[in-house]
């Protein structure tokens, strides 16, 4: 009888306790249940604009972005790769050619005091804003397609930085000398021969009193503000959309002020050689090379070092 009374309580009791402590165990263990009650949630937080569905599935979008960028992304959103090597080579030319065309173009109707419309003639801020207006220009037409840089010192500075590939940096390069050179040629053309044997060309050397050592200070100094500014606004998603044209005409233009008195106003490899190599003169070569050069670096790691994308505070 004891065994037979004892039967039914051990029915009772333990057998709901057994069903639902089972129950537990299911759900905990089968696995499709745990994934319909996360997708649930998942689904639940992203209709809601919540943050369940973006704190699970954001971390693998930022990742493939970040990937993605580190591939392909250049200077104003710019894409390059084999496929489109040519195209970007041609608009560095073509970009180039129209800085040192424009800018040199002006410098010289300045040294030769030719007058435009009456009697005025141009002058020093008439060639810093030839050449920042026409990198505004620049900028803004070929930006997306090459990157715009159309300065051997701003390539070299995006590679040290790993945000350009060497293997491009040649072809890059020869495209900018390439397009300086028929930039230099088409201002002999405008102006005649007194544009390269009265003017140079408007080629860039230390004025009188100014050594080289000086010369070479200044050009790194200037070239720094001009690339800093062009890294800021060119490769770092806070900059305001739409400025990056005006920031880098405007900051060349006052590195040409700076500068111009003391220098000519280089800031860039391709502007002083060119124009040298159409007007057979190259004094003082070295300082329009390795100064724009050191100081695009600098720029560049610094603004890496301290203010980049990455070190932004989120």
Known sequence: MSGLGSEPRDGNRPRVRRTDAAEGRSRVEDPLHAERHEDVRFERGSRSGGSSGSATRSPDRGQQNDDEGEQSSGL?????????LMG?????LVG???LIYTGCAVAVAAILQRPTAGPGIYDSLAVALAFGLALVVIVAA????????????????LAVTKKFSWQYVPI??????????????AVWITYGSAAREAASLAATFPTDGVGDLQALVVE????????????????????????APLAVGFALACGVLIAGPITGGSLNPARTLGPMIVAGQFSALWVYIVGPVVGAVLAALAYDRFASQSDAIE
Do not use: C
């Open 220 to 243: 790194i100094l200037v070239t720094f503000i001009l690339v800093f500014v062009v890294i800021s606004v060119a490769t770092d998603e806070r900059a305001p959309a739409g400025v």
């Open 88 to 92: 970007s080579a041609v608009a560095e």
């Open 96 to 98: 180039t050619f129209i």
């Open 142 to 157: 070929i930006g997306h397609a090459s990157g715009a840089h159309v300065n051997p010192a701003i390539t070299l500075a």
């Open 172 to 185: 890059y390069l020869g495209a900018q000398l390439v397009g300086a050179v028929l930039g230099a040629l």
């Open 76 to 84: 104003y959103g710019s894409k390059l790769d084999s496929s489109n």
